[in-house]
């Protein structure tokens, strides 16, 4: 399969700002079944952009705007190709929580082992051990099949139940949340019992036959637990589904606090105001490179801003290194 992506950020400010400074993971990681075959980057107003790696390997972009503004659009485009992976086995052997244990003994996934900011055991999430039968039983892929449906089927999925920021007692104490706190609550349990969790940023290709219950216009959450023999295998509990070609990975980490979409602090006393939409496009085949989606007005202005601001800025470095050669 081959999406094509647009997120759109829009932070609006109430009153000028001075400066903002962001760092951005929204590039698709390349790894596995995932490629992905372009990125675009576009903001404004305009700046100069930079990227890095982090050292779990996601490509993060960062900027500065130093001018001052009332509004920063933020519009990021990509192509990703997923292919199908192999059907996915019911069970492991009992023995391979043996391997789990050699694995976590080895020291090369501890941080994925240790509590982390969001994934913490709390007492609220304690109290889930026993309802949800979090303990060592038949064998590890059996046992994470059985916690994904368990967490589907003990919380209600209800939109700004909790904020970015919400601890996972919030989630716990109204056994509902959104598609974070399910992916914290269960990366907190799977690491009770010694496998190997981490917390997956990106997007989930909807469809109404399947009756997801993220909603579309939004990044999605899941987790991935390393098996043996399997690698990192991926389970949403939003959607009791094993994350297969319709998840698109953009970061990895320990929590939410390790991949946001965005962050960043800007330099003024004003409240601001942040909107978000994403858009997944499906196709059978990759779109030759003039061809354009269809955007939402909204979009294809801030593009257009965008592509204008870097016209700009480029003249204006051409003039610069004119005047550097005829000085010297």
């Known amino acids: ?63 500065d705007v130093p001018g001052r503004h009332r509004e920063l659009k933020i519009v990021a485009e990509a192509l990703v190709e997923i292919e199908p992976a192999p059907e996915l086995l019911e069970r492991l052997e009992a023995s391979a929580w043996d391997e789990v244990d050699r694995q976590a003994a080895a020291g090369d996934y501890w941080e994925m082992l240790m509590p982390s900011q969001f994934a913490q055991p709390t007492e609220a999430l304690l109290s889930l051990i026993g309802p949800l039968r979090v303990q060592r ?15 589907y089927n003990w919380f209600e999925y209800v939109p700004k139940a909790t904020r970015v920021d919400s601890p996972i007692d919030h989630a716990i104490e109204a056994r509902k949340g959104v598609c974070q706190d399910f992916a914290h609550i269960m990366t907190a349990l799977v690491r009770k019992v010694k496998i190997p969790c981490r917390y997956v940023s990106g997007y989930l290709y909807g469809r109404s036959e399947n009756h997801d219950r993220s909603p579309e216009g939004a990044s999605h959450a899941w987790v991935e637990a390393l098996l043996p023999g399997l690698g990192w295998v991926g389970f949403d509990p939003t959607n009791n589904l094993i994350a ?34 994403v858009r997944v496009a499906p196709s059978d085949a990759p779109p030759p ?17 965008a592509e204008e601001a870097e016209q700009l800025l480029l003249q204006q470095q051409q003039q610069q290194q004119s005047y550097f050669f005829r000085s010297r």
């Open 1 to 63: 399969m081959f999406y094509s992506i647009r997120h759109l950020t829009r932070f609006d400010y109430k009153s000028s700002v001075s400066e903002s400074l962001m760092e951005l993971r929204m590039h698709p990681r390349t790894e596995g079944g995932q490629r992905c075959l372009s990125f675009r980057l576009s903001v404004d107003p305009r700046t100069r952009i930079y990227e890095y790696r982090d050292y779990l390997g996601n490509m993060v972009h960062h900027f």
């Open 137 to 151: 039983r038949d064998d590890p892929l059996s046992f994470l099949r059985d916690l994904n449906s368990a967490i």
């Open 244 to 277: 297969g070609e319709r998840h698109i990975r953009t970061a990895i980490g320990r929590d939410y606090a390790d991949v946001p979409p965005t962050k960043g602090i800007f330099k003024g006393k004003s409240e601001s105001q942040l909107t978000v939409s």
């Open 289 to 305: 490179p003039e061809e354009v989606l269809t955007a939402p007005e909204e979009w294809q202005a801030a593009i257009a801003a």
